[in-house]
């Protein structure tokens, strides 16, 4: 699969006459908790041509592509668009620049825009980002009778997210194991979780789970102790300067 997803990056650089400075994985194969049916979430950045970015015309900045009967779902945004996301403290590009796995990348580009990530950070925004995620996700398993596995996961990935913000004033990272060693939860429930990602590592997508009530509870807690805090947490104290610097490096590149 490695393979075919490479094959497919190099025919749409061509096709479209762009760079792919990042290709990386995202979903619940980077989040460390894939089932054996996930499918493939290829997240890229890209670059133009500078004189693309000179024309009056507004292009379209954004790429969506669903390939091999929908088991590869590639997508992703222009440079441009994806510093004015990382201006906001985007989540999703906070997440796809960590990716553990990378099918293509401009290693100098991959470093610098992570130094600027965490210029640019805000924890309101990416608190605000996870909280929504997880009261969402919380809702639907409050009174449920049974779950998907796969909803219950992207729930408390994201109430965990929201206790990496508050404990750790950090960029959540995107591996979620990662999380769970480093932060404060008791040792059992932690545990807990490691056999179910063993779990949903045998089971299909569609399998429905039951119970897991402290789990849950864990989940409402982090809700909870992240809604009093967030109404506190700064906003970015990063400079548009930084951004616009960067952008002008990355595109003069293709002048030397």
């Not at 094959?7 to 619940?28: M, N, P, Q, R, V």
């Not at 990348?105 to 600027?116: P, Q, W, Y």
């Not at 990496?164 to 194991?177: D, L, Q, R």
């Amino acid at each position: 699969m490695d393979e075919k997803i490479k094959k497919y990056l190099a025919e749409i650089e061509k096709e479209k006459d762009i760079e792919i400075i990042l290709a990386c994985e995202t979903g619940s194969r980077a989040w460390g908790f894939p089932s054996p049916d996930s499918d493939y979430d290829v997240r890229i950045i890209y670059k133009h041509k500078k004189n693309w970015y000179l024309s009056l015309n507004e292009e379209k900045d954004s790429i969506e592509l669903m390939l091999d009967n929908n088991e590869i779902d590639i997508s992703g945004w222009d440079l441009r668009k994806s510093l004015k996301l990382l201006w906001k403290s985007n989540p999703p590009l906070l997440e796809r620049i960590q990716s553990p796995i990378v099918y293509k990348v401009n290693e100098d580009f991959l470093a610098e825009i992570n130094v600027l990530a965490t210029k640019m950070y805000s924890k309101i925004a990416t608190m605000y980002h996870y909280l929504s995620m997880s009261k969402k996700g919380f809702e639907e398993l409050e009174n449920a009778d049974d779950f998907k596995l796969k909803k219950f996961f992207y729930a408390l990935r994201a109430s965990v997210a929201c206790k990496w913000i508050v404990e750790k004033k950090e960029i959540p990272p995107i591996y979620f194991p990662k999380m769970l060693e480093e932060l404060s939860i008791d040792e059992k429930l932690k545990q807990r979780v490691y056999q179910l990602i063993e779990l949903k590592a045998t089971i299909s997508e569609k399998y429905m789970h039951t119970g897991e009530k402290e789990l849950i509870e864990l989940i409402q807690n982090c809700i909870n102790e992240a809604e009093i805090i967030s109404k506190n947490l700064p906003a970015s104290s990063g400079k548009m300067t930084d951004l616009n610097n960067f952008f002008i490096h990355e595109l003069n590149k293709d002048d030397h």
